[in-house]
DNA sequence: CTGTATCCCACTTGATACTG
DNA sequence: CAGTATCAAGTGGGATACAG
């Protein structure tokens, strides 16, 4: 497979069909960047990560863990006992995936200054 | 404003109303990459770039450009000609925008073989 | 040529209730 | 505790037609 910035211009780039924008989509979606990064902290329960990422119904977060365990990022561990106890917790290509999707969004933090001053430049 | 890598299991983290999360929404967009990677490539007219990526409605390229416009990323150049000339070209800002989603792209494509091992994987 | 306006649908997300 | 099921609401994106 070659890499994306090499398909520009040949009109087969990130087709629906493209597996990797999947992948994509998983990492960046609403939840993924930041269960990712939260697991940069280490393993954490379900309900532990509901707590430290805040505003993330059931749902969701059920949801994107098992999104990205599919894509082999996200390790979940099931205890078996009662009450259940699962803990999830990044796998080496997760680990990398968190980093690149931390670089990205922290590129943004530091760059919001910029982009909020054209912001209110456009609304002048 | 501290990093979101800081941040992390205070509550507050990436809100619905956090203003960077619309500006990854923007980068990260179906049509956003493709265009922020396009445009690396130099300044386009709008058909060219249509041509170019291939696949985009005029709608969704139009709206992506704005969208990449009003966070600074692109610049917009209207020749007053009849017919119609615009060229768009990145920003400083858009070039180290593009160059962020290009190093995510990139990373996925690369790993692209471990993640549909795991998906074989899953299959079986 | 470079868009905008309109309509429509699929998909994402959220709220709530329920289960092993 | 760790989810799933269901339903309701909002959003992203495409097709088409039209405008400056």
Chains 1, 2 share one sequence.
């Not at 890499?3 to 924008?21: F, Q, T, V, W, Y």
């Not at 509901?50 to 949801?63: H, Y």
């Not at 205890?79 to 968190?98: M, R």
């Amino acid at each position: 497979m070659q890499k994306l910035s090499e398909r520009i211009g040949r009109g087969d780039l990130m087709a629906a069909n493209c597996p990797s924008r999947e992948v994509l989509k998983h990492m960046t979606s609403r939840w993924g960047v930041v269960v990712l990064i939260a697991l940069e902290g280490g393993t954490h329960r379900f309900a532990e990560l509901r707590r430290r990422i805040g505003g993330v119904s059931e749902r969701m977060l059920a949801q994107t863990l098992r999104h990205l365990e599919e894509d082999g990022m996200v390790l979940r561990t099931a205890h078996d006992v009662v009450p259940p106890h699962v803990d999830y917790c990044l796998t080496p290509l997760g680990a990398e995936a968190a980093s690149k999707v931390r670089q990205l969004a922290d590129w943004i933090e530091v760059s919001m200054p910029r982009i909020a001053a054209q912001w209110e430049k456009r609304a002048s």
